[in-house]
């Protein structure tokens, strides 16, 4: 009688990590990765990319302190992808795994100047509190997209620097970047917890003329903007234009027209 011991290639198993990440079973992913007789750099980013989404940073953590160095020969260790992935799980619990750790792990691999990369260390150190760190790397970027603009801008809101926002965004503009949907939402709040009104119908303006402003939680934003600096008759004008008026825009005008009485 012959016994022989069916042991799955790397592709074999890869292929099944990526079933079951797709299918949101990462207990099934930790069991196949757990029990791979060998792993390479598609194994690492499935289940490092998985509990980065998750936010388990326990599990995170693990797989973080457990990843080989790179290895040319081998093909293993941290690539951009494993990087972006540890950098945006760092971010999502922030800062319970080793941020100078990742940090100089994207030194170590010589990944500081792929802009995803620059842009995810400096989103990790915006909302772990990292502020300082996250303007040295914004000053030392030599591209920067929509993305790193408003990376540096969320980083100055979650750190109560309100009055830079503006400053920020000026400087964007200037350089000739499109804001999008995210930018022009943290500059409107900028404007509503300054009160910058005429600031405001300045951004009110570019909103409009983008073509965003029917995005609610935009809408949202605006509302309570010119709520909180007093103009209730154009809150009515812009509220009753909206395509989605939402509870929260309801919430805002019942609670500012109720201060008023």
Known sequence: MIVTTFVPSIYITNYLLQFYYKYSNMTYVFKVFDRMPQRDIISWNTILFGFAGIRNTKFAQ???????????????????????????????????????????????????????????????????????????????????????????????????????????????????????DSTYGSVVKACAGLQALKYGMDIHGQIVNSGLESESFLGNFIVDMYCKCGMLEEVEKIHYRLDGQTMVLWNSMISRFSLQK
């Open 62 to 180: 693990y797989l973080v302190d457990s990843m080989p160095e790179r290895d040319v020969r081998s093909h293993l260790g941290f690539d951009e992808i494993s990087l972006s992935s540890a950098l945006i799980a760092c971010a999502s619990i922030k800062g319970q795994l080793d941020i100078i750790q990742l940090h100089g792990l994207t030194v170590i691999c010589n990944s500081t100047f792929d802009i995803c990369i620059a842009n995810a260390i400096l989103d990790m150190y915006g909302k772990c509190g990292g502020l300082v760190e996250a303007c040295l790397i914004f000053d030392e970027m030599e591209k920067r997209d929509v993305i790193s603009w408003n990376a540096i801008i969320v980083a100055h809101e979650q750190n109560e620097e309100i009055e830079k926002i503006l400053s920020f965004f000026v400087s964007m503009l200037r350089q000739i970047v499109e804001p999008d």
